[in-house]
């Protein structure tokens, strides 16, 4: 088996597929860090010890990536959903464009931080202010990216509806739709990421669960090296649900997703 892997090249052509530059660079700053590392900046030594504290029984670790996680998915697919459908009727729709923009202007310029307090006064310090904040946050890039993509929908397109007789529903799927996958699916990364952004700010402001509410408690508590272990486990949970979400879209829409990789290169 190994023989016939390395005869088709598949184990060169993984080797070379390695981000190795990258990784010497991570790797260099790590070694950076460590000698760098003091009272008020922990060592990655320190940080590994103590991440393995967190994770045991009496931890907190896991209890507190599950809440933030779940959360945050809710909260995004609330939110992306409900951006793609109004983006979809804005850029459809002439009336609904001439009556919604100037509110979707309006809306979406408030900072998401500054009414994480008002949140949290009407609906207390629960999942349910903190899944609101998430959706909110996740609508915006959802509906602009999704929008802007339809109208950029090429005219020759439509001309091809028109030619075919489809309707307006079919004329969506076949046509619009595929052609805007690539801005959905940046609009749907975009979304998540501002929705993991979010939920981790409004645990560190008030809300009683989650990594950003962990992270405070470390701060608190002069454990520096407990709260960069919370601090780097944001980024990592970043790029995992951001992986799983461009996977997904692999899985369900292979057409539209190999467009939108050929479109970003």
Known sequence: MADRLRRGGLLDRGFRAVNWPGIAV????LIVWQFLGGPNLPRPVDIWHGFQDLIGPDGGLWAAVEHTVRVVLIAWVIGAGTGLVLGLLLALNPVV??????????????PVVALIPIAILIWGTGDLTEVILGAYAALWPMLINTAGGVRGVTPRLRDVSRTLQLSRTATLVKIVLPATGSSILVGARLSLATALVVCVVSEMLGLQSGVGNQLVLEQSGMQPARMWVYVLLVGVLGLIIN?????AFRVLFPGVAAVAERSSR
Do not use: Q
């Open 243 to 247: 992986a799983g979400l461009i996977r």
């Open 97 to 110: 464009a001439s009556w919604g923009y100037a509110t979707v202007d309006m809306l979406r310029s408030l």
């Open 26 to 29: 991570i790797l260099a700053l």
